[in-house]
């Protein structure tokens, strides 16, 4: 399967892995050397970085079909090792890879190691720690612009937890010119998992469950609810991935 992700990149995936899947390719295999179907894609991704935006623009929308098309037969993104995991990839530069994270985290997967949970990894930890070592000042605004994604990641985590359970040393020590908006995000998330969820989120968590896999949004908007509670199933940053890519 890895060989073959590498082939369907001169070929269009959404007419070559149906394909795959009619004739039985196990999305869930590996190598001897312990190459997932996602080891292709990571390894893609990181071949955008610092190139050419035209390829990398091509890279990046190949790399989010193939990722719907594996995610549609089963594909776990978030298995670990983490590097070999498509979601912990993501989070680790997710203002780079924010369009195919945004779409992983509307399709469910897992924003800790699916595995062993936040104990392998999490994904809480690692917007954080990344937010942490971007300081910033007060006219950075590609330090404001990864706080605006950040904001959006840790949006769309909170949505699909019926009970946030955030890591243990969930400790942080910002510092610039935002380190007192950087505080404020984690100080909320704090407060979210000291007191039980409300009625309403876990009614909203439950329906957007059921009606995944992506687009969720698109199903909300399809309800027969007034536009009012379609807006609270939403969450605020939901949108079309294809659009940014």
């Known amino acids: 399967m890895y060989l073959l992700i590498s082939f369907t990149y001169f070929f269009p995936p959404p007419t070559f892995f149906p ?4 004739l039985g390719a196990d ?3 590996t190598t001897k050397d312990g190459d997932t179907v996602f ?37 776990d993104p978030s298995e670990c090792p983490a590097h070999e995991s498509l979601t912990h990839i993501c989070l680790k530069s997710f203002k780079l890879h924010f369009p195919l994270l945004r779409f992983l985290l509307e399709s469910g997967a897992a924003y800790n190691c699916s595995l062993h949970g ?8 690692i917007v954080f720690e ?19 994604k950040a904001e959006t990641v840790l949006d769309l985590m909170v949505t699909s ?4 359970r955030l890591p243990e040393s969930f400790d942080i020590h910002p510092v610039g010119s935002l380190a007192d908006k950087i505080q404020a995000l984690h100080s909320s998330l704090r407060q979210l998992e000291s007191y039980p969820p409300p009625l309403k989120h876990l009614c909203r968590v439950c329906i957007r469950l059921c009606l995944q896999p992506w687009p969720v949004d698109a199903k909300v908007k399809a309800l027969p609810l007034p536009d009012r509670l379609k807006w609270y199933l939403l969450s605020e940053h939901s949108g079309a991935v294809e659009d940014d890519l």
């Open 27 to 29: 999305v869930k295999a």
């Open 161 to 164: 937890s019926q009970k946030l």
């Open 39 to 75: 080891t292709c894609i990571i390894f893609l991704l990181g071949e955008t970085v610092g190139g050419d935006k035209e390829e990398a623009q091509l890279i990046n929308r190949f790399c989010f079909q193939v990722t719907q098309l594996l995610l549609a037969h089963g594909a």
């Open 118 to 125: 936040a104990s392998c990894w999490s994904g809480f930890h």
């Open 130 to 148: 990344r937010l942490c070592s971007h300081p910033g000042c007060a006219e950075d605004e590609s330090h404001a612009d990864l706080l605006r």
């Open 19 to 22: 394909l795959l899947a009619l």
